[in-house]
T-cell receptor, first 111, second 113 residues
């Protein structure tokens, strides 16, 4: 079955890099996504990557995809306190174009 | 602002009440979704609509009844809910473009007493 796994917590110091990891099971997924959810808010799309790419960079965000190992990571450079949130990995895997989400990784940034 | 709005943002209801959640998207998308977000669980897909037609009902109990009158509006009608239905209900929309990105509303925080 389809499954997306993430570690639940990550704590870093302000200014350091954060790396959030995700594994997925559906090798036919064409797109993989990272969403951010701040307290009391909905999900904000951060970035996505097509499965034929192995890296995508967007300002402070770097997405790495290892399709062989079905491993996706999100690196946030120069992490700020405003980056504290829950980060969800998702794959486009449903039969109706829906997304399959992980449980989310709670990123805490300490000053 | 993602272009997807949801009302109300918070709702408290008793088990015998009937209420409706509303979602509206201003993005010209043709697909709309309802997800349920409960504590410590992944987001669960509930319903999918494509061009106003329901194409997915992910084994959702009949006490949840969706309605999609047009491509821009989506409702979730609630009746005789249970306390375990308390959760954040998120609406999303998408267009089958290259990335098929889904844009989410802020959610309705539902508490069933």
């Amino acid at each position: 079955g389809e499954d997306v796994e993430q570690s639940l917590f990550l704590s870093v110091r302000e200014g350091d890099s954060s790396v959030i990891n995700c594994t997925y099971t559906d090798s036919s997924s064409t797109y993989l996504y990272w969403y951010k959810q701040e307290p009391g808010a909905g999900l904000q799309l951060l970035t996505y990557i097509f499965s034929n790419m192995d890296m995508k960079q967007d300002q402070r965000l770097t997405v790495l995809l290892n399709k062989k190992d079905k491993h996706l990571s999100l690196r946030i450079a120069d992490t700020q306190t405003g980056d504290s949130a829950i980060y969800f990995c998702a794959e486009l895997g449903g039969s109706q174009g829906n997304l399959i989400f992980g449980k989310g990784t709670k990123l805490s940034v300490k000053p | 602002e993602t272009g997807v709005t949801q009302t109300p943002r918070h709702l408290v209801m008793g088990m015998t009440n009937k209420k409706s959640l509303k979602c509206e998207q201003h993005l010209g998308h043709n697909a709309m979704y309802w997800y349920k977000q409960s504590a410590k669980k992944p987001l669960e897909l509930m319903f999918v609509y494509n061009f106003k037609e329901q194409t997915e009902n992910n084994s959702v109990p009949s006490r949840f009844s969706p309605e999609c009158p047009n491509s821009s509006h989506l409702f979730l009608h609630l009746h005789t809910l249970q306390p375990e239905d308390s959760a954040l209900y998120l609406c999303a929309s998408s267009h089958p473009s290259a990335g098929n990105e889904q844009f989410f509303g802020p959610g309705t925080r539902l508490t069933v007493l």
